[in-house]
Each structure stands twice: as C-alpha cells, then as structure tokens.
C-alpha cells in the first residue's frame, strides 16, 4: 500500500496544487475527481498568490484612491474597514447616473460604492465580532465583491471598543467562529488581517487556527497591537508565519522601514518571505508606487485623483483628507491652505484649476440625470403628512455657489414678507444618529421626508421643502435669483464676498435666538 506523505495542500486561493497523493488501493480516482472538482469550481475566484495589494485604509479606500491604485499598478484593493452593525443596515442601490452599485444607509449616506473598473479585484473588508452579523453584511456584499475580509488587526478605539479588530487577537475561538461561518455561508474567498501577537510561538498557533477554518489568505501586519508605525517592522515574525502555512501570506507594515519605491515591494517580499505584499502609507502619499516604471510626481497624482473624485461624486470632505495625506509636510503651504479651506469638489477643483473639467463632468452627469428622469418615474409633490409638508429632498452643497444657502433664501423672503424669523427644530434618530429638521415659516411646517448626516443639511434640507412648496427660488446654480439675495452673486469680487460672508453670520446669529431643542439635540442654526 502506498505510503502517504507529510503534506499535499490544495490552496484555498486558487485550488491547484503541484502533487497529489494518491492511494489506488482506496479509490485514487476518486481523489482526482474531487480535485477537478474544486479547480472547476474555483474558475474566477482572486488569488492571493504572488500579488501587490492596497491596504484596507480608513477614511481613505474610498473608490477614488481605489481605482487609482489599480490603474498605477496594485493587484486588489481593499475597501475601508466597514462595521458591519452600520453595513447591515444599508440597502443595495444600482446607481444608473454614476454607474456604480452604492451601499445606502438609511440617512442615505452612501457607505459603499463600487465600479466595474474594480469588479474582480475589490475586496470588502468589515469590522465585525459576531459571526451571524458578519454572514449577514458577507452575502449582502458577496455579488459585487472579490473577497471578503476580517480586521482582525486594527488598535485604534473605533475599532476595538466593539470587540472588533485587534480586539479579537485574544479571542481565537471567536476569530475562528467568524471565519468559519464566512467560508461556509459565502461563494466567494474569505480572508483576514491580523497583527503579530507578543511572542513568536503564539503567532504561529494563532495563524494555525486560522488556516484550519478554510480562508483564502491570511494578511500578516509585522508590529503587535501596541507597537505604531515608528517602531520597527518584525519581518522575522512575518516570516516564520509564512514558512508554517500553506495559505498566501500577505506582508504588511513595511511602509516606513522597507518601502519607499517600487522596487522595495519585491525587498520586503524577499525580507519577509511572504507570497504577497500590502502597501498602506506608501500608497497613501503616492498610489503611483504600484507603477512598475517607477512614482509620478505627487502633483499629478493629485490630479488624476481629483478626476475620479468628481467622476464618481466623492464625498467632498474625503476628498480632501486624502489630498491632504499626499501633500504630507506641504499642507500647511499657501496652496494646501486653500485645498484645506475648500468646502466641495467643485472648490477643490479650482484650487488644481480643474474647473473646466469639473463643469463638463457635472453637465454629463446631470444629462444622464436628467435622460433618467424622464424616462422613469415624475417628480415628487409635496404631501401632508398630519401637520407637516413633506418631500424627499436632499441638500446637495454643489448644487448652491459658495456662501448661498436655501436657509439665506428663506430668511430674506420671510423678511420681505414681514413674516417671522424661521423656525428650525431639530432630532436625532438614535440607531444611526442621523438628523432630521422641521422648519415652522408663518405657522406651517415644512420637513424632508429623508435624514440626513449633519443637522446643517437637515436644516437645508427643510428649507428647500418650504421653498419648493411655495414656488420660491432657492438658490441653485442656474437658478434665476427672483431679486432674493441679489446682494451675493458668485461673480462678487473678492472683498464684497468676504462682506456678504460677515451679513450671513450675523444672519444665522439672530436664527440661533429663534432655535428649539427637539430630543436632546441642540437647533443651533448654521449655513
């Protein structure tokens, strides 16, 4: 009888493997057939194998930097790590205009968003600390995704005060009840980061456990939880994990130490003995590093940056993090002062003289928009709900030019009306802590049916519900002015602006006096 020998591994990653043992007294066949099996049913699957990948990065994997990263070079990209009690929550929205599937929360906000540009390459990464919670964001995501992923690494608070990220290194039953739960109850790959734990020995059980529960790689950050990016990488501890499993190992943590241009990836690849390497900090001054003939100027980064940011209706105050992060020491020069005082993408876009190109991508998208809408269903009408106007309504900052708000609308019409001041009234709804407003003009109240992420665009939101009701102009760019606020036009020179900025606050002041509080949440007033 044929002797078995000490290993044969089929890789999670890509199912293929170099040997197969095969015993023909005991149906060898049968082993070969299996063996097809999985090859066949792994046709497509991402593999983790021999790959340069974009770290999961808060506040920055957002689909800009993203799609960046891929087209400079990277392999996978990872989204931001997602808490998986918000993402279940979300609901999944094809986005015609955008061209993007868009994972929306109830306040509407936007918490995923993905392209086909990334489609196969994009892996979702979640914080999570419960297995049937994670299942659940798991197959919501599954379709549109490469591969899940599990923080099991990240020390800030955000993080860990749930249980989640590196919070789970002490629980290695729990790490292995999610990850076993994914593997089983998703098609596709399930992998997870985690950091090194204080000694040697217990990294290696821990990374065991792991790879028993079936994922497709593990990614290894070298510096315990403690430890930050100004202590060394231990590329030693990376390294004895990858030589003690079978899976793809992922090297992380090299950014400040090891990796400063394209070459330095295959150094600390080398230096750690891992099959792949992950970038974080490298790619977020410069996602040109994946460029295998070599960096491009921050400068132009940026702007290819920006591009996407506008493509894709980026959040603006993202946005400009992430600009901010590339231009690193220079932010507080006179050009990053003006990047780091504009308020919307069109203002960052005149900050890189993108406006051009910023006007002709808003006239596209508003064309698709527009096509859309009049293809499918009409408008909204405002409707009574008891007492209160309502409309699904949304403030869009870019919608308005800078200092013009339908609140500053609002306040000079019921002036010239002689009517009293508005009245905003605010609450917070207490799952997702997102704000709705109901603004009280000449005893009626107007509100927007849909919540929204600031109490400022809540406020807005309801103003423009008032506005609409009555026919009134409210301010958007195009929009002719109706005599209301004709003291500030986008085309003021620059010292009239600054006087009309010092009116609107005394203006929003006087507002403040009228403000009720609603649930415990301050109507303080502001533009």
Sequence with gaps: ?????????????????????????????????????????????????????????????????????????????????????????????????????????????????????????????????????????????????????????????????????????????????????????????????????????????????????GVAAIAVHGRMKEERPRHPVHCDYIQTVAESVSVPVIANGGSSDVVKTFEDIERFREATGASSVMLARAAMWNPSIFRRQGALSVEEVMEEYVRYAVRYDNNPFNTKYCLCQMLRDRVESPFGKRLHAAQTNEEICEVFGMTDFYNKTRAELDARKAALQTNGDPPQLPRLVEDVVTMPVRFERRDYPPQITPKMYLLEWSRKEKLEQPVYETEQRPQDRAFQSTVIVDDKKYRSALWEKSKKFAEQAAAIVCLRTLGLPEGRIGEERGGLVNKRKRDDESAARKRHVSEAKEEEEEMVCRTKVVNGVCGQTAC
Excluded at 172 to 194: R, Y
Aim: charged share 25%.
């Design 1 to 213: 009888m044929a002797s078995e020998p000490e290993a044969c591994v089929v890789h999670a990653c890509c199912r293929s493997c170099d040997e197969v043992w095969v015993d023909p007294s005991v149906g060898g066949w049968v082993v070969k057939v299996v063996l097809r099996m999985m090859m066949a049913s792994s046709v497509g699957r991402l593999c983790f194998a021999q790959k340069t990948v974009l770290a999961p990065m808060v506040r920055v994997g957002s689909l800009p930097m993203r799609l960046l990263a891929l087209d400079y070079g990277a392999d996978i990209v990872y989204c931001e790590e997602l808490i998986d009690i918000k993402m279940a929550q979300c609901e999944r929205v094809v986005n015609d205009v955008l061209e993007t599937v868009d994972f929306v929360a109830p306040d509407e906000r936007v918490m995923f968003r993905t392209c086909s540009k990334e489609e196969g390459r994009v892996v979702f990464q979640m914080g999570t600390a419960d297995p049937e919670r994670a299942l659940a964001v798991a197959k919501l995501v599954e379709n549109d995704v490469a591969a899940v992923d599990v923080n099991m690494g990240c020390p800030k608070e955000y993080s860990t005060k749930g249980g989640m990220g590196s919070a789970l290194l002490s629980e290695p039953e729990k790490i292995e009840a999610i990850l076993s739960t994914l593997v089983n109850g998703i098609s596709k790959p399930v992998t997870c980061k985690i950091r090194i734990l204080p000694t040697l020995e217990d990294t290696v059980n821990l990374v065991k456990r792991i790879e028993r529960t």
